[in-house]
């Protein structure tokens, strides 16, 4: 069965800190692989990932993606209050109809002043 | 432009009543996917549509569950006889074609208490 597994599946850090969030995955015909943050209500888009070893950086934040391996991470520098929120990663795949996300139970981080 | 836009926020019903959760779309867009997220768990799919068709309805459970999206007005999310086990929140994504990942937008959901 496909799934995306995420860790740790909590994290307090004070102002900052920096944190590395994990995600791996087992899915059958990978496309990319996504990684957003909620905060109280929709999940916001930070990143999408289809390359092994290109990383992406917007601000603070930065991602990665190992195919071989079959994982990505997120990193934050520097972390602030703003930062507190989960953070889910999701993967797309060829299987089902594009739009089928499968997404991880997410990653709830605490950001303490 | 308007986000994608969630009916309502908050909705209580009784076991065996139904639940109508309605979901417009930004502007432009004509595809409309649901998610569901239960408490601790992550989004998990349940359907895809565009506009007068469903395209993938995989994760959505066989019975008591339908789904919309007609040629006017938002589309709809149909829980019928509900359980307490679909107390969850119900998020909707829209995107503006067939792509998916960062071209979804989502709404700010709805989150569903069966009593």
């Known amino acids: 069965e496909d799934k995306v597994v995420q860790s740790p599946l909590s994290l307090v850090v004070h102002e900052g800190d920096t944190v590395t969030l994990n995600c791996s995955y087992e899915v059958t015909n990978f496309r990319s692989l996504l990684w957003y943050k909620q905060e109280k209500k929709a999940p916001t888009f930070l990143f999408m990932l289809t390359s092994s070893g290109i990383e992406k950086k917007s601000g603070r934040l930065s991602s990665i993606l190992d195919k071989k391996e079959l994982f990505s991470i997120l990193n934050i520098t520097a972390t602030q209050t703003g930062d507190s929120a989960v953070y889910l990663c999701a993967v797309e795949w060829y299987g089902g109809s594009q739009g089928n996300l499968i997404f991880g139970k997410g990653t709830k981080l605490s950001v303490k002043p | 432009n308007a986000g994608v836009m969630q009916n309502p926020r908050h909705l209580v019903r009784r076991r065996g009543q139904e639940a109508r959760l309605r979901c417009s779309p930004m502007k432009g867009h004509s595809h409309v996917y649901w998610y569901r997220q239960l408490p601790e768990e992550g989004l998990k799919f349940m359907v895809y549509l565009q506009k007068e068709n469903i395209i993938d309805e995989s994760g959505m459970p066989k019975e008591r569950f339908s789904a919309e999206f007609p040629k006017e007005g938002p589309s709809i999310l149909r829980i019928q006889q509900v359980v307490r086990g679909d107390s969850a929140a119900y998020f909707c994504?829209?995107?503006?074609?067939?792509?998916?990942?960062?071209?979804?937008?989502f709404g700010p959901g709805t989150r569903l208490t069966v009593t």
């Open positions: 994504a829209s995107s503006p074609q067939d792509r998916a990942g960062n071209e979804q937008y």
